[in-house]
C-alpha cells in the first residue's frame, strides 16, 4: 500500500483517480488546488503526488518546485496543456511522468504502480513461492515449478490461469484490474478482449472448487481473497 496525493481541480476526475487508486489498496489524499498541500507533505509520508498544472488559486509548476525541495517521492503532472514546452517544463522541474487530459483511468494506475516500483515502494519481484489459505482450505504455489498445490494436491492449470492465480496472488490485496490482467499475464498467449480475462478466471474458479478464492469487482477486475501464510 501506499500513500498518493492528488491535487486535481476537477472533481469528477480527482475522484475517480482517487477511486481507482483506492480499488489497488493504495491511501489517497486529495487536494481541489495548491492550498494546503505543502503542509501535508511536510506532516506524513508520501509516496508519489499526482499534480495538475492549472489550478484555480496557483500554479502547478509552481507548487512542484516547492515540492521538490520537501520530497522525492515520484511526481506526477496531470494536465490538459500538452505543448512540448510544457511538458519539457515539468520533467525540468523533476517530474516521473506526464500524462495528457483526456486519459484512461486504468493506464493512468499502471503508470503509478510503475512509479512506486521504481521508487521502492512496491515490491519490483515477488518470492518464489507462497502459501495461502481461505475457508480452511490451504493453496501452495511455487513459482519456479509453476506447480500449485490445493490440499496437497496438484491442480491442472493452463499456462495462463497460472499467470493470473500468481499474480493476482502476490499483489493481494489490491485489487487487479482486467487490463493489467490481460497485459501482464495474458498478453503472449491471446490478443483477445478483457473478456478473455473474464473465461480464465471462471475456469480458474472451477478448478479451486471454491469460487470464492477470487472476488469479483464489478467494472474493474479482482481481488483474491486468501490470507499469506
Not at 475517480?16 to 511536510?42: C, D, K, M, N, R
Not at 503508470?111 to 519481484?125: K, T
Not at 496437497?152 to 492465480?165: F, K, Q, V, Y
Request: aromatic share 6%.
Amino acid at each position: 500500500m501506499a500513500h498518493i496525493i492528488i491535487v486535481e481541480d476537477n472533481q469528477n476526475i480527482r475522484e475517480a483517480v482517487s477511486q481507482y487508486l483506492q480499488l489497488e489498496g493504495h491511501q489517497v489524499l486529495e487536494f481541489p488546488g495548491v492550498t494546503g498541500v505543502a503542509e501535508a507533505i511536510s506532516s506524513r509520508s508520501v509516496d508519489l503526488i499526482i499534480l495538475d498544472i492549472m489550478l484555480p488559486d496557483g500554479d502547478g509548476f509552481l507548487l512542484a518546485k516547492r515540492l521538490r525541495a520537501q520530497t522525492s517521492a515520484p511526481l506526477l503532472f496531470l494536465s490538459a496543456r500538452d505543448a512540448e514546452s510544457d511538458r519539457i517544463t515539468g520533467f525540468e522541474i523533476g517530474a516521473d511522468d506526464y500524462v495528457v487530459k483526456p486519459f484512461s483511468n486504468k493506464e493512468l494506475v499502471l503508470r503509478v504502480q510503475a512509479l512506486l516500483r521504481r521508487g521502492g515502494s512496491l515490491p519490483e519481484e515477488q518470492g518464489e513461492s507462497g502459501r495461502w489459505t481461505h475457508n480452511g482450505m490451504t493453496l501452495e504455489l511455487n513459482r519456479e515449478t509453476r506447480i500449485a498445490l490445493l490440499e496437497g494436491e496438484p491442480l491442472a492449470l493452463t499456462t495462463g490461469e497460472w499467470e493470473i492465480m500468481w499474480y493476482c496472488a502476490t499483489r493481494a490485496p489490491r485489487v487487479v484490474s482486467r487490463e493489467s490482467i490481460l497485459s501482464n499475464c495474458l498478453g503472449h498467449l491471446h490478443n483477445g478482449s478483457e473478456r478473455t480475462v473474464d473465461t480464465h478466471l471462471s475456469n480458474l474458479r472451477g478448478k479451486l472448487t471454491d469460487p470464492d478464492w477470487f472476488e469479483t469487482v464489478r467494472g474493474y477486475g479482482y481481488r483474491f481473497t486468501g490470507e499469506p501464510r
